[in-house]
């Protein structure tokens, strides 16, 4: 079993920066590809970025794209989420994911992290 551990949501006004980290523990997710999933009030979760398990090729949302950055560090088991020139409108609890079987499927998750942007 995975378990996965969210960290670094906040409370920051627009135009700041977060960096959320990913936590893996159980075992191993460097062969995993991992995703940043998020959810907004009254929102469905919806996908934000997503990396390979080398790190290699990674994928954002449009509304992402140019703004944050995944990244991974496999020796130290963790994700990171680097999110610049935040808006209001990236309000939204955000959640990491481990697709193990790199299949698009995400079998573990973590329990999220609350991040909320000020005007």
């Known amino acids: 079993q995975v378990q996965l551990v969210e960290s670094g949501g906040g409370l920051v006004q627009a135009g700041g920066s977060l960096r959320l980290s990913c936590a893996a523990s159980g075992r191993t997710v460097s062969s995993y590809a991992m995703v940043w999933f998020r959810q907004a009030p009254g929102k469905e979760r919806e996908f934000v970025a997503r990396?390979?398990?080398?790190?290699?090729?990674?994928n954002y949302a449009d509304s992402v794209k140019g703004q944050f950055t995944i990244s991974r560090d496999n020796a130290k088991n963790t994700v990171y989420l680097q999110m610049n020139s935040l808006k209001p409108e990236d309000t939204a609890v955000y959640y990491c994911g481990a697709d193990a079987y790199s299949d698009y499927n995400y079998d573990y998750w973590g329990q999220g992290t609350q991040v909320t942007v000020s005007s």
């Open positions: 990396i390979s398990w080398s790190g290699g090729s990674t």
